[in-house]
């Protein structure tokens, strides 16, 4: 019987996914630790996918290295990170976008974007509150309207 609950659950799984090269690679390899329906919601760019699924590889994944690209592959080409037109990505606008689009001063917005450039990217919106000569307050606010 356990056996026959296996299958159900793998042949349900299998349903939750779209068609395409990488996905009986994804039931074999990432299926023990995520269910499929829950990998369907997951939205990132193309690098983003590969960092994970490698890091994923890393940490134990029944795949190889260049099954992994194949997974990650599949992720993005289903998957895809897709920019909310209401949103103001920081890791890629300017600073007059960011002074519109969280309303934060001119001064301020440049300030973003300085510590862009010598810090990297950002990856949550907390993040912006270290900046020196940015209002906390503004970005707490805007985090609603903040996108990476």
Known sequence: MAVCAGA??????ADDLPEGQGKELIL????ECHKAGEIAVYRFTKDEYHSIVHRMGDRGAQATRAE???IADYL???FPKIEDATKINVNKATAPQIAAGLALADDEAEAVVKYRERHGDFHAWGDLLIIYGVDG?????A?????F
């Open 137 to 141: 307050k503004k970005i707490a606010a």
């Open 143 to 147: 985090k609603d309207r903040i996108s």
């Open 68 to 70: 992994l690209d194949v």
């Open 8 to 13: 159900l659950s793998i042949s349900a799984q």
């Open 76 to 78: 993005f080409e289903h």
């Open 28 to 31: 074999r390899a990432c299926t």
